[in-house]
């Protein structure tokens, strides 16, 4: 079973505040908020997405990479997708 299939609830819960958080700068912008206050909301969504990019990564590494994996030739192919996707979030 995929990691994200069971720590479900907690990842939607991580999603839904963010979504949440987007919202309150989408208002911030509209009510013409202080440029600090409208850095700080962007500041807090930024690290809501990379803790959530972390605790994704952390399964995924942990579910297909780690010591468990059975076929060698999957795993390559695991970590090259994790590189991957991991070189196109660092840009």
């Known amino acids: 079973m995929s990691h994200t299939i069971k720590g479900k609830k907690p990842l ?3 999603v ?19 440029c600090s ?5 962007i500041a807090a ?13 952390e399964g995924h590494l942990r579910d297909h990479l780690g010591a468990e994996a059975e076929d060698p030739l999957q795993r390559a192919a695991d970590l090259e997708q994790v590189v991957r996707v991991l070189r196109s979030y660092m840009k």
């Not at 969504?45 to 990564?57: D, F, K, P, S, Y």
């Open 12 to 14: 939607l819960a991580r």
């Open 45 to 57: 969504i930024r690290g809501a997405v990379n803790g959530l990019m972390t605790e994704v990564v």
């Open 37 to 41: 206050a409208v850095l700080q909301q």
């Open 16 to 34: 839904r505040r963010i979504k949440g958080q987007a919202e309150a700068l989408e208002r911030a912008l509209e009510q013409g908020a202080e």
